[in-house]
C-alpha cells in the first residue's frame, strides 16, 4: 500500500518560514492535501490539489508537489498555526491515505 | 453554512456494536460523498470508509471491512456508521467528512467535531 512519511515534529521561530514535508513514492502524480488540527479540534483544510487554498485560509500558507515530496510552506510563522499538520492522497489500491502528521511548534 | 455532526459515540464492550450519525446541514447532502475518519488517542488519522451520493459504492479500510457499514438516509441528510465486533483498537475519535471534487480528484472540505468511541471492558 502507499506510504507517506511526515517528520515527527517542526520547530520554527515566530516570523520565519516553516516547511513541512511529506514524502512519497512518485508523489508529484498525485493530488495533495493538507489539514491542519490544533488540540482538541477537528481537522482544517489548509491546502488541497497541492497548492490551492481554501476560502480563509491566510496566503501565508502554500504547497508544492515535485519528484517524491510534497512541502507545506507556511510564512511568517505565528504563535496560533501550532499545531499538527497532515498531509494526504487519494490511492488507487488504499483509497485515502494520510501521512503520519507533523507536530509543529513555534518556539 | 455547512455543518455536520456526529452522535452515538460512547463505552462498549469489546465485541460489542456502536451505530454512529452524522447529520450534515447548510448544503444539499445528496449531491456528495461522504466519508468517515478515526483518531485514536494522541495518533495520526486513518480513513475508514466512504460511500457514494446515491449510496451505491461503498469503501473501506481493510481492518474494518466485515466489521463496519456505512449508510446514508439522504432524506434526513445523515450519515451512519454502524460498528459491530468492536475491538479495543478501534477505540478513537470518529469524524465524518464531506468530500468535494470530481472524479477521482477529491478531497476534505468539512469535518465534523468528532464523536469519541472507547472499546474496553
Known amino acids: 500500500s502507499y506510504v507517506l512519511t511526515q517528520p515527527p515534529s517542526v520547530s520554527v521561530a515566530p516570523g520565519k518560514t516553516a516547511r513541512i514535508t511529506c514524502g512519497g513514492n512518485n508523489i508529484e502524480s498525485k493530488s495533495v492535501h493538507w489539514f491542519q488540527q490544533k488540540p482538541g479540534q477537528a481537522p482544517v483544510l489548509v491546502i488541497y490539489y497541492d497548492a490551492d487554498r481554501p476560502s480563509g485560509i491566510p496566503e501565508r500558507f502554500s504547497g508544492s508537489n515535485s519528484g517524491n515530496t510534497a512541502t507545506l510552506t507556511i510564512s511568517r510563522v505565528e504563535a496560533g498555526d501550532e499545531a499538527d499538520f497532515f498531509c494526504q492522497v487519494w490511492d488507487t489500491s488504499a483509497h485515502w491515505v494520510f501521512g503520519g502528521g507533523t507536530k509543529l511548534t513555534v518556539l | ?121
Open chain 2, 1 to 121: 453554512e455547512v455543518q455536520l455532526v456526529e452522535s452515538g459515540g460512547g463505552l462498549v464492550q469489546p465485541g460489542g456494536s456502536l451505530r454512529l450519525s452524522c447529520t450534515a446541514s447548510g448544503f444539499t447532502f445528496s449531491n456528495y460523498l461522504m466519508t468517515w475518519v478515526r483518531q485514536a488517542p494522541g495518533k495520526g488519522l486513518e480513513w475508514v470508509a466512504n460511500i457514494k451520493e446515491d449510496g451505491s459504492e461503498k469503501y473501506y479500510v481493510d481492518s474494518v471491512k466485515g466489521r463496519f457499514t456505512i449508510s446514508r438516509d439522504n432524506a434526513k441528510n445523515s450519515l451512519y456508521l454502524q460498528m459491530n465486533s468492536l475491538r479495543a483498537e478501534d477505540t478513537a475519535v470518529y469524524y465524518c467528512a464531506r468530500e468535494e471534487g470530481y472524479s477521482y480528484a477529491y478531497y476534505f472540505d468539512y469535518w465534523g467535531q468528532g464523536t469519541l468511541v472507547t472499546v474496553s471492558s
